[in-house]
């Protein structure tokens, strides 16, 4: 079967700086998967490779068999970015957030049509954002936040679900609830790789990892993916010994 993601050998410098080394990683539909790695690792940097927000150096992406930008065409991909990447003051509500996932099924008068809305009223039903759907984007709370993007996703309808450190600065019940919402889609089928430092969470939320330190160091279950050695490696020391995030 085609794997949901494909990224083989890419290498990605800014300028002088090497932000990725020939990494390469497969995954399927239907699963869960953490990558994880110190800041400067490269996971943003693989995320925008995976997204095609840039061009690899070397190396190939492929989403369901495809090229990133044909991907996002098709409206596969589904991306929650890191909060300091999102302006919260522009003046847009939740609703218009999520529609944002149709406007590939909008065609060019971009005019929500009945099937529009009720694809986003059942987003933020699913997300548990209904009653907030009216409100400025930024003045959610972190974790309704974040809940508003994976419902983004959920309206598009993304088979692939990528999200870039989306507990940071969330509370334990919102990072519970996005927990079990995305272990919801994939049970669905959608393929989710989200990066997280909270390594303690890692049974819960995902079933495999992959371990990032510009190279692929580890990808698996997740108990041979953090073993000692592997997080030296990674970290140059035992970020569970000190309840590393």
Known sequence: MTPAIAVSDVTVHYGEVLALERASLELARGRVCALIGMNGSGKSTLFKAIMGM?????GTVRIAGDTPAAARRAGLVGYVPQSEEIDWAFPITVREVVMTGRYGRLGFTRRPRAADRAAV???????????????QIGQLSGGQRKRAFVARGIAQGASVLLLDE????VDKRSEATITALLRELAA???AVLISTHDLHALPNLADEAVLLMRK???????DEVIRPEN???????DPMAGGAR
């Open 54 to 58: 840039l061009t690899p150096d070397t």
């Open 121 to 135: 009223d059942a987003a933020l039903e699913r997300v548990e954002l209904a009653g907030l759907a009216h409100r």
């Open 166 to 169: 989306p507990f940071a600065g």
């Open 188 to 190: 669905d089928g959608a």
């Open 216 to 222: 692929v160091l580890a990808h698996g279950d997740i």
């Open 231 to 237: 997080l030296v490696r990674a970290f140059g020391l």
